[in-house]
Nanobody, 125 residues
Framework: QVQLVESGGGLVQAGGSLRLSCAASGRSFSNYHMGWFRQAPGKEREFAAAITKNDGRTYYADSVKGRFSISRDNAKNTVYLQMNSLNTEDTAVYYC??????????????????WGKGTQVTVSS
């Protein structure tokens, strides 16, 4: 199975933008559904966005809809999360996740079998 490495996190002012990348090692990246989750201090890990393996359908949490955009480049084995209009509530560790299995609910952490180690995003006011 693939291994995932996130990058692109950092410190940004409120209203700014960041683009996260998740690079997958191994073959058959195109056979994986991909997701982004985030976890703020003292809170549970929550869904941010997902993109399907076949037709590239996208799903978003209500909290990020209209501000975040998920995309994938199968030739580069990479999935991206473009984050715009960031606010302090977006501060969290962002995790990339993947699975080859059929997914019924894209927003559940249990739907994914492979996880990266995360990248920190801090939004200052």
């Amino acid at each position: 199975q693939v291994q995932l490495v996130e990058s692109g996190g950092g410190l940004v002012q409120a209203g700014g933008s960041l683009r996260l990348s998740c690079a997958a090692s191994g073959r058959s990246f195109s056979n994986y559904h991909m997701g982004w989750f985030r976890q703020a201090p003292g809170k549970e890990r929550e869904f941010a966005a997902a993109i399907t393996k076949n037709d590239g359908r996208t799903y978003y949490a209500d909290s990020v809809k209209g501000r975040f955009s998920i995309s994938r480049d199968n030739a580069k084995n990479t999935v991206y999360l473009q984050m715009n209009s960031l606010n302090t509530e977006d501060t969290a560790v962002y995790y990339c996740a993947a699975t080859q299995r059929y997914i019924d609910i894209y927003s559940q952490t249990s739907s994914y079998s492979v996880w990266g180690k995360g990248t920190q995003v801090t939004v200052s006011s």
